[in-house]
């Protein structure tokens, strides 16, 4: 850390390469797409490294990170007008095709991997970054309470309303992603 | 009957605290009675546990390849036009300062030079200058080489000082900029 801040490029790259996969993820899931991810991604390494010198080494250095990369996301979102919910703008999921033959198990697991990406696509930005965190950055509720800048409270209740969307979501549009609504619509259509 | 409701009513958060394993063991236990016998919070309970298993089984988006060298090129680029901008602010700051006090101080010495330049035993014999250009230059470096030597001479220490604080406010300035704008974008 302060090989880097004193402008070591390696060191630099070796912060870069422990937290590139938890910052470009949370770009792609906030964002919804792998371009745009890429370049936020990026942007928010040149912002870490150009805030370095303020860092407070009593921070967990992901939190930071992460918290630099969410905020980035959000402004995004806000300066691009992504920030919409209405299920008439959103692309219509089409199953991905594969030109390479690939076993049936992992095409499937893409296809939802994509659909479940297209839910998340629909939840407001200020909910996506908590339950993004939560899910698969594995930080408990006071990581991202230092992350996104919320109080704990807030952050128990954003996640608690992204499921509840989510649910309501996956029981308009994708049914068959939860077991449990699958079987109820399979009996209703019988 | 209304204690049910009510019970009803708490159920979506605290099955959510329930998932998220932020409550005691005997929340826990409350939790699951209520839900194998409430058919709605039933319902509720295992679709936001299927949502739950679904995202943390859902696979973390790995950066491209090669997004290493690329975001640490991006990085020391933007910080070397960050600090170019700097440096020339602090330049041109430096030299505005730096013109400004010297005008405003010696604005008298000035006057001066351009008074010996234009006066009329400058300009006498200037019939005789015209052929003589080899004089002429030499009249004009002398004239140039005293000025110089005489604000050298009465401005050393003044100069001194006003370049060394020219410089050292716009260093300080520079800084504050920066500083305003990282704050600004944090």
């Known amino acids: 850390m302060e090989a880097a801040l004193r402008g070591d490029r390696d060191a630099f790259a070796a912060l870069v390469d422990a937290y590139k996969n938890p910052v470009y993820n949370l770009c792609y899931r906030m964002l919804g797409s792998p371009t745009e991810a890429e370049d936020a991604a990026q942007e928010v390494f040149v912002k870490v490294y150009r805030r370095l010198p303020t860092y407070d080494p009593n921070r967990k250095l992901a939190s930071w990170v992460l918290s630099i990369a969410s905020h980035h996301c959000i402004d995004m979102i806000r300066r691009r007008h992504l920030q919409t919910t209405d299920i008439e703008e959103m692309p219509e999921w089409k199953p991905l095709v594969s030109e390479q033959p690939q076993p049936e198990k992992q095409l499937l697991d893409d296809e939802n991997e994509a659909r479940i990406q297209a839910l998340v696509n629909q939840l407001e930005p200020q909910y996506r970054a908590p339950l993004i965190m939560h899910y698969w950055n594995d930080m408990p509720y006071q990581e991202i309470c230092d992350a996104t800048g919320l109080s704990l409270s807030a952050v128990k209740s954003r996640l608690h309303r992204a499921r509840l969307k989510l649910a309501e979501l996956m029981r308009n549009q994708a049914p068959d992603l939860i077991p449990v609504l699958g079987a109820q619509s399979e009996s209703v259509g019988a | ?186």
């Open chain 2, 1 to 186: 009957m209304t204690m049910k409701a009510t019970m009803c009513d708490d159920m979506p958060e605290l099955i959510s605290l329930y998932l998220d394993g932020e409550m005691d063991e005997v929340a826990r236990s409350r939790v699951r009675r209520h839900t194998a016998h409430c058919a709605l919070c039933g319902t509720l309970f295992q679709e936001l546990q299927s949502i739950d298993t679904m995202f943390h089984n859902a696979p973390l988006q790995l950066a491209p390849v090669g997004f290493t060298e690329r975001a640490v090129q991006a990085a020391f680029e933007a910080s070397f036009r960050e600090n170019l901008r700097v440096g020339m602010v602090t330049l041109i700051f430096g030299t505005v300062t730096l013109l400004g006090l010297l005008l405003w101080g010696n604005l008298g010495m000035v006057t001066t030079i351009a008074t010996t330049l234009v006066s009329p035993d400058a300009f006498t014999g200037m019939d005789q200058w015209i052929p003589s250009f080899v004089e002429s230059v030499r009249v004009f470096w002398r004239v140039m080489i005293s000025a110089v030597v005489t604000v050298g001479e009465v401005l050393a220490a003044p100069l001194a000082v006003t370049l060394m604080a020219g410089a050292v406010s716009a260093y300080l300035l520079a800084e504050i900029l920066k500083r305003t704008r990282v704050q600004m974008t944090a």
